[in-house]
C-alpha cells in the first residue's frame, strides 16, 4: 500500500479513537438521553444534568456554569448542535466511519479499480480534521 494512503489511514483511526474514547467518557459520567428544550422565543434551550465546570463560547460567553446549576443553558442552535453530538450518535457515527475506513483499506490492498475510487474518498473522509496539528496539507483535495 502506498505510503501516504497509509498515512491517511492511520490518521483518520487515530482520530475516530480519540472522537470515540471521548463519547465513551462522556456516556460513562452522564448516561442520560440528550435532548433540548427550547424556549418559546428560541432563544434558549436547556439540558438539565450532571458535571462540574464552565463551558465557554468562542466569544468568551458562559454557556454552562454547574457551580450555580445543573442545567446546560444556550442559544436553541447551540443546544441542538450539542444534542447532535451525544455519545450514542457519536459512537454510531465512529462506527460507520470505522467500516468506511476497513472497505477503503481493502480497496487500496486490492490495487485494482477499486484503488483509484479509494485514492480519492480517502482524503475526504479526513477532511474534517483539517485543522489538526497532525493532518498532511497534502491530502487537501
Not at 467518557?25 to 435532548?35: E, I, L, Y
Not at 463560547?57 to 442552535?77: G, I, V
Not at 450539542?82 to 454510531?92: C, N, Q, S, T
Request: with cysteine.
Amino acid at each position: 500500500m502506498d505510503s501516504e494512503l497509509r498515512a491517511m489511514l492511520d490518521f483518520w483511526a487515530a482520530r475516530l479513537d480519540e472522537t470515540a474514547a471521548l463519547a465513551e467518557a462522556s456516556a460513562r459520567v452522564d448516561p442520560t438521553p440528550w435532548t433540548a428544550s427550547v424556549t418559546d422565543d428560541g432563544g434558549t434551550a436547556v439540558r438539565s444534568g450532571h458535571g462540574s465546570g464552565l463551558l465557554t463560547a468562542a466569544d468568551e460567553e458562559p454557556l454552562w456554569d454547574c457551580e450555580s446549576s445543573n442545567s446546560l443553558c444556550m442559544t436553541a442552535p447551540s443546544a441542538r448542535h450539542v444534542v447532535a453530538h451525544a455519545p450514542g450518535r457519536v459512537l454510531r457515527h465512529v462506527e460507520a466511519a470505522r467500516r468506511r475506513m476497513a472497505a477503503l483499506a481493502d480497496a487500496i490492498t486490492a490495487g485494482h479499480d477499486s484503488f483509484d475510487l479509494a485514492a480519492e474518498l480517502l482524503p475526504l473522509e479526513v477532511a474534517a480534521w483539517t485543522g489538526h496539528p497532525d493532518y498532511r496539507e497534502e491530502w487537501r483535495r
